[in-house]
Structures are given as structure tokens and as C-alpha cells.
């Protein structure tokens, strides 16, 4: 009899250790590292991915990414890396924690001129920028957009002449550490002008906008990968195929995100 309830026993923990396993492995949590600027298309994007798979929960660390390729070069875990700059990216190659062949350029992206709602300062015109005594807020230069935006304005330099930059530039009141920032100070009546995302811009209908026509303009091409210590390598992977997919996509372009 006592060998009998030995063996209940034994059977009963071995049973109660399958369901505590099972139980584990059908919950997973997916980290995305993604650039400031995919906020509120990835905020969507995350939420159709686990209605599709009920017992995923995604996260997502939204920063520059810049920052965001430092935090995981200092050991920070994540699943999936969405840059704003190709640069970043390398860097991550290099170094070893993504694989070459696994980033994919998944969309692009260009730059426009934000204002505040009651434009006080009276900008009309992308050369308005070199006017003295306006109040002008970019990213910083490290920051992808910040990069972009001085690009944009050499281009500006090359086509306006008279130190256009150099004027523009003199009326830099702040350098952001990420492109929401930009926008945060311009709808707070805190600069005058930005240059950020035409995506930010169709995220925030409360601001005034100036086009950068194609000529002056930078395209930002943003890639997407698994990083190689992964503890959800599958699910990363799927969830790179959703953004890529025809519903992800469209989700991207509703947000004002332009095709790979």
C-alpha cells in the first residue's frame, strides 16, 4: 500500500512539473527596441500582433536610436531592433549582435518643417528659417533626424546661398535627444519652427507644417532585425514578417511612413 501511494505520488509531482512547463512556454514576451519616431504606427502594430497571437505580450522601448544601440551594446535584452538609421544598424553588425543578412529595410521616411498652430513668429517660406530672431528647435545632431535635418539644411545652404545654415542654425534655441521631443517643444509655443518626420507631423494634427520639396529633402530609410541573443528567436522573426506584411504596411503608410 505505501508503495502504491509512493508511485501517486511521484506520478502526481511529475504531472504538476509538465503543467508548470507548458504553462511557461505558452506565455511569451517579445521585446522591441524601435526608434522614437515608429511610437505610435509600432503601438498599433504591436497590439494587432498579439490580438493574432493571444499568448504574446509585446513590449516595446521606444528612444533614439542611438540610445537604444548603446543600451543593447551594454547587455540591455531585446528581440528586435527598429532603427531610424541605417548607421546604428552597422554598428550592431559590426559588433556582432545582428546578423547581416537578417536586416531588412522596412520603410522610409522624410523630413518637414513644423509650426505652432498660431505660427506666431510668421514663418511662410523654408528661407523664413534664416530670419534672425526666430526660435528654431531640432534633435540633436547624434540623433538620426538631427542628422538628417543638417543635412537637409546644406541642401538648403547649396539652393538658398547667403549662409543660409549658418543663419538657420544661429537660431537654434535646443537639441532634442529624440525627434517627439521636437515636437513636444513646438506645440508648447517653445520654438517657432522644428524639422522632424513628415510621420510626426500626421501624428500631431495640431501643428502647422512647411514641405521640404524632394530636392532639399533626405530620405530615411529605416531597418528592422533579431538580435542574434534573442531568447524569442522565432517570435521575432514573425513579428519582422507582420511589419513587412501587406497589413503591416498599410498600418506604416496610414501613419505617414512612406514603402521600403
Not at 11 to 26: M, V
Not at 236 to 251: D, M, N, R, T
Request: proline share 3%.
Amino acid at each position: 500500500m505505501k508503495h502504491f501511494l509512493s508511485i501517486i505520488l511521484l506520478l502526481g509531482i511529475s504531472l504538476t512539473g509538465c503543467t508548470s512547463t507548458n504553462t511557461k512556454s505558452e506565455t511569451q514576451t517579445l521585446t522591441v527596441f524601435a526608434a522614437t519616431s515608429l511610437t505610435d504606427a509600432f503601438t498599433e502594430i504591436g497590439s494587432n500582433f498579439e490580438a493574432k497571437n493571444p499568448n504574446v505580450t509585446v513590449t516595446f522601448n521606444f528612444a533614439g536610436s542611438q540610445a537604444l544601440r548603446t543600451q543593447i551594446e551594454e547587455g540591455a535584452p531585446a528581440d528586435v531592433f527598429a532603427s531610424a538609421s541605417s548607421k546604428e544598424m552597422e554598428t550592431l553588425i559590426t559588433n556582432k549582435f545582428v546578423i547581416k543578412e537578417s536586416s531588412r529595410i522596412f520603410l522610409s521616411n522624410q523630413l518637414v518643417v513644423i509650426l505652432p498652430a498660431d505660427n506666431s513668429a510668421g514663418i511662410d517660406s523654408l528661407e523664413d528659417l534664416a530670419t534672425s530672431g526666430i526660435k528654431i528647435v531640432l534633435a540633436a545632431e547624434e540623433v538620426p533626424v538631427g542628422n538628417y535635418a543638417h543635412q537637409s539644411l546644406d541642401l538648403m545652404n547649396d539652393s538658398f546661398g547667403n549662409n543660409f545654415k549658418d543663419k538657420a542654425l544661429a537660431n537654434v534655441v535646443s537639441n532634442e535627444d529624440n525627434v517627439k521631443q521636437v515636437v513636444a517643444k513646438v506645440q508648447l509655443g517653445e520654438a517657432d519652427a522644428g524639422i522632424v518626420y513628415t510621420s510626426d507631423a500626421v501624428a500631431s494634427s495640431d501643428l502647422k507644417t512647411i514641405e521640404i520639396p524632394v530636392e532639399l529633402n533626405v530620405i530615411a530609410k529605416y531597418p528592422i532585425a533579431p538580435l542574434v541573443e534573442s531568447a524569442n528567436a522565432n517570435l521575432a522573426k514573425e513579428f519582422i514578417e507582420y511589419v513587412l506584411s501587406a497589413e503591416g504596411q498599410a498600418i506604416l503608410q496610414k501613419w505617414g511612413f512612406g514603402s521600403p
